[in-house]
């Protein structure tokens, strides 16, 4: 599998492309659009600059503009405590958002109905039954607890996302590989559907599991179902990673993959058990990244890479290792 990753937005030929970036003249694929002379996309799908020209004059014209992510109420349908101030929640909203969601990565942005637009905030969805989306929400503050409350019967749901996992590609693209998946706490709930993603294209995965800060660890039942060899530990960091180090170490068979679900701190300590076992492997990770639009607008979610360039993390697909 080809250890490099070439960055590319998440959204392009999708029917969200042209988006309010590129309506914008801040494209993060298309130089034209970025105001450059030079056409340097190395595209070779559908034109962006030729999609922003047309689509006023045809199709798009007549319905009043392009596919958008909007507002739309979702039905409350379950509450359960999973841990400390941690509850899965799951909301029934159309089948058309739904459908749109059954994808690794997928995210969407929550708020109460009769909250103010800047209560939004974004939350990654762990499963898709049907038109019923299952997510992991813990309350740390104003806008998750308002979600949260007993009293709330129904949200405002906008999606759909899909940035929520750094190195997509390698999850959507390898087949019958060997794959190391490392979660804890929170980071469980992207790693259910990234290891569903991995198993359905026949490949080897091991996971080894945390509770984390949440305190429970309320994946392995399902990950076992989907025929991963799970590992319990205490901590990742007082054992996981002296785990995952040993598991990469001299006489180990070498995964081809490796997937981080959880916060910076514990990608960072995977690279590490990687640097120590003298590794250089394919990661993908989650994405942690501060988001407040979803749209690249804000500009919450820009990060520099090595090279010094500053990317919209809601938007751009790279390697989280040019994140350090």
Known sequence: MNRRLTASC??????YCPCLLAETNHCVFCSHLRGQPVCDCNWGGVCILYEKQWQPKNVMAKNGGGPSRTDELGRIVRREPL????????????EELARGLEKTGAFVFLRRPEDPQFFHFPVGVMKVEGRNLQMVVEAVGPKSNRVLEDQAAELLVRGPYYNGVLGQPWIDNITCGKILLISG????????P????????????????????????????????????????????????????????????KPDLIVSAGPDEQHYGVINAMQAAG??????????????????????????????????????????????
């Open 83 to 94: 841990g400390k101030d941690t509850y899965l929640l799951e909301v029934a909203v159309t």
């Open 185 to 192: 706490g929170m980071g469980q709930a992207p790693a259910l």
């Open 194 to 253: 990234i290891a569903a993603k991995l198993a359905a294209n026949r490949n080897e995965v091991t996971a080894i599991l945390a509770p984390g800060h949440v305190g429970s660890v309320f994946i392995e039942a399902e990950l076992v179902g989907l025929g991963v060899k799970t590992h319990v530990v205490d901590s990742l960091r007082r054992t996981g990673f002296a785990l995952v180090t040993g598991r990469l170490g001299d006489g180990a068979e």
């Open 279 to 324: 590794l250089n492997l394919p990661m993908a990770a989650t994405n942690n990244s501060t988001m407040c639009c979803g749209e690249g607008i804000c500009g919450s979610c820009t990060r520099e890479t090595q090279d010094n360039r500053i990317i919209r993390t809601c938007k751009v697909q790279t390697d989280f290792t040019q994140l350090l």
């Open 10 to 15: 998440i959204d392009i030929n999708t029917p």
